[in-house]
């Protein structure tokens, strides 16, 4: 279980990086105000809260 617990530790960091990444492109854009689809921000927060969760369970595991 908690082998299970840390992929989802890896696949959330790897997420936020990934979001991270994406709004630093965003931001370079020619109109940075441009409607995107997704919202990267939020993608990035919600991935480390999940990340954070992940680690406490497989730690308290």
């Known amino acids: 279980m908690q082998a299970g617990l840390w992929a989802g530790v890896s696949v959330c960091v790897l997420l936020a990086l990934l979001s991270g ?4 492109r ?5 109109d940075p105000d441009a409607i995107g689809i997704i919202d990267w921000p ?6 480390l809260i999940g990340a954070a969760i992940l680690t406490t369970l497989a730690l308290n595991a």
């Open 21 to 24: 990444w994406q709004d630093r």
């Open 26 to 30: 965003r931001l370079r854009r020619h």
């Open 42 to 47: 939020t993608v990035l927060v919600f991935s």
